[in-house]
């Protein structure tokens, strides 16, 4: 098949509230009081967690019905760890994102769990976001000033 | 600085439908008709662009404010392209996720481009998010079944 694209563009509201546009859709991120913002919503990175436990699920669905069973539910935690030193610019020791990312998932399922084993791994390999975390990306930045 | 946990914890409402709480934020993730959703939100790679371009304005207006200049407004649009391929096991000669990231900004500034194109790497190397895209992030996913 061909590539799709995918594209969001937004502002800010405030040095820690952006307002992004994808499709149809409204998502806004902020910032906790703690770190300068107004808490108006989930940060970025619990923005790209919440990408990465969906992408889970959406992938974890397809790859049952393949197999042939169903998951009636599923639950996802995802968490991972920060320094915040690089972001700050206290040190450049640290590296600036999550250092690891830890998924578990808990199924509710009639399959054995040597299945749901097989199941995970496959999974693991065609998640796209997952794909975006654990391998390098190309990642190109450029700017433009505005004038008005 | 000690390290910071990031956690989101979900249920799957459908296929692929997931609500994701971050802290007391509900995310909600869908996919869009064509992809077997029912498009009742934003999808999860269209979640981890908006997380992008999220955490680019917070560090924006961070390093900008360390550099002395302001920006009134910031525009970011953030995208890319997926073959959908491996996502549904088609092949395996693509890789799953986003083959590469396009971040364009657009500030609303006095700061001059010299400025600016100084700004834009110091950002660069200090975006959480951004990191995770660009490098290599260790993923590690454990199944365990439910009984209920």
């Known amino acids: 098949m061909s ?5 969001v563009n937004g502002e800010s509201n405030s040095t820690t509230q952006f307002v992004a546009n ?9 910032e906790p009081e703690d770190f300068g913002g107004t808490d108006a919503a989930a940060n970025p990175v619990e923005y790209i967690l919440a990408g990465l436990a969906g992408c889970i699920n959406v992938v974890g669905h397809l790859v049952a019905k393949e197999l042939g069973f169903v998951i009636s539910k599923l639950n996802i935690n995802v968490s991972g760890e920060i320094n915040p030193d690089r972001l700050l ?3 450049i020791h640290e590296r600036a994102g999550f250092q690891s990312i830890q998924i578990n998932l808990n199924p509710e399922t009639d399959a054995d769990i040597v299945t749901l084993s ?3 791994k496959i999974v693991e390999n065609r998640c ?4 975006n975390f654990r391998n390098e990306t190309p990642v190109r930045l450029s700017v433009e000033k505005v004038y008005r």
């Open 128 to 131: 796209p976001v997952k794909d």
């Open 22 to 30: 994808a499709r149809h859709f409204k998502l806004v991120v902020d």
């Open 3 to 7: 590539n799709l694209r995918f594209t």
């Open 89 to 91: 610019g206290i040190s």
């Open 118 to 120: 097989k199941w995970l």
